[in-house]
Nanobody
Framework: QVQLVQSGGGLVQPGGSLGLSCAAS????????MGWYRQAPGQQRELVAQ???????NIADSVKGRFTISRDNAKNTVYLQMNNLKPEDTAVYYC?????????WGQGTQVTVSL
């Protein structure tokens, strides 16, 4: 059972930046895909960014050019750097670890973009 602990997030003004972290309880090389998802009120959860075990990335069109996913292998941690944030980025952000037959989620972190 992979445990994922998220940190970061909070309140920021439009145009600002925030970073999220997701620390896994085991080596991220044992995880096929690490990803960030978000869910706004009344909306379905959607993919924001993901990174495969070999480092390939996939970024949602809505955040491309503004958000970056990265990782620190030694710390078993995946990051989401969010720049030029917009009000529509407001959501609860979740980290996900996809293994061969199981998936595991972080606890969720609120990101609010507002004046």
């Amino acid at each position: 059972q992979v445990q994922l602990v998220q940190s970061g997030g909070g309140l920021v003004q439009p145009g600002g930046s925030l970073g999220l972290s997701c620390a896994a309880s085991e080596s991220i090389f044992s995880i096929l895909v690490m990803g960030w998802y978000r869910q706004a009120p009344g909306q379905q959860r959607e993919l924001v960014a993901q990174m495969t075990r070999i480092g390939n990335t996939n970024i949602a069109d809505s955040v491309k050019g503004r958000f970056t996913i990265s990782r620190d292998n030694a710390k078993n941690t995946v990051y989401l750097q969010m720049n030029n944030l917009k009000p529509e980025d407001t959501a609860v952000y979740y980290c996900k670890a996809q293994k061969t037959i199981t998936e595991h989620w972080g606890q969720g972190t609120q990101v609010t973009v507002s004046l």
